[in-house]
T-cell receptor, first 111, second 113 residues
Framework: DAGITQSPRYKITETGRQVTLMCHQT?????MFWYRQDLGHGLRLIYY???????DKGEVPDGYVVSRSKTENFPLTLESATRSQTSVYFC??????????FGSGTRLTVV | GENVEQHPSTLSVQEGDSAVIKCTYS??????FPWYKQELGKRPQLIID?????GEKKDQRIAVTLNKTAKHFSLHITETQPEDSAVYFC????????????FGTGTRLLVSP
């Protein structure tokens, strides 16, 4: 599904640094989501967005910030990275029928 | 909020056997229940879904059943093949007016030749 892309694919950063993960979709889907995936926890929702300039917190929002100035982009920023934020991050968008399409993920390591 | 529990966490079967993964949800108003398959190092991909007005749905070797009264739904894979080996996630959409999915913790399915 080339219609939703995430970058970077892998990222190593140091504790305390700011990191931004990018997500871009080409379908003009209104709904977009950020999940983190950790062993034993499955996929947990960080933030979501119903449209440009409309965002809201999910289950685990602390330490993260999002923006949605354009429909196609939904970046996720870790303001001051911590080791507990080491995870795989998936962006997703939702089209007709509720089904999500996920991006390929970003594997983030905080050292 | 909605809570989705998934069992078992791991499941090993022989090729050709059937596999069943079960999920329960807490919000009786949830109305959409998808299943995702995630191969190692890849993104989750939707394989089948069911809505609350339907009790069962089939797509070739996979099927999903929904029991609204008991608030549980299950994924059934028949005639399993090695390429079915993956992690499977169930999910539910709470009836909050916003279509965000709550996922189960996943089941690692291993199909041995």
């Amino acid at each position: 599904d080339a219609g939703i892309t995430q970058s970077p694919r892998y990222k190593i950063t140091e504790t305390g640094r700011q990191v931004t993960l990018m997500c871009h979709q080409t379908w003009s889907h209104s709904y977009m989501f950020w999940y983190r995936q950790d062993l034993g926890h499955g996929l947990r929702l960080i933030y979501y967005s119903a449209a440009a300039d409309i965002t809201d917190k999910g289950e685990v929002p602390d330490g993260y910030v999002v923006s949605r100035s354009k429909t196609e982009n939904f970046p996720l920023t870790l303001e001051s990275a911590t080791r507990s934020q080491t995870s795989v991050y998936f962006c997703a968008s939702m089209g007709q029928g509720n089904g999500y399409t996920f991006g390929s993920g970003t594997r983030l390591t905080v050292v | 909020g909605e809570n989705v529990e998934q069992h078992p966490s791991t499941l090993s079967v022989q090729e050709g056997d059937s596999a069943v993964i079960k999920c329960t949800y807490s919000d009786s108003a949830s109305n959409y229940f998808p299943w995702y398959k995630q191969e190692l190092g890849k993104r989750p991909q939707l394989i089948i879904d069911i809505r609350s007005n339907v009790g069962e749905k089939k797509d070739q070797r996979i099927a999903v059943t929904l029991n609204k009264t008991a608030k549980h739904f299950s994924l059934h894979i028949t005639e399993t093949q090695p390429e079915d080996s993956a992690v499977y996630f169930c999910a539910a959409t709470p009836n909050t007016g916003f279509q965000k999915l709550v996922f189960g913790t996943g089941t690692r399915l291993l199909v041995s030749p």
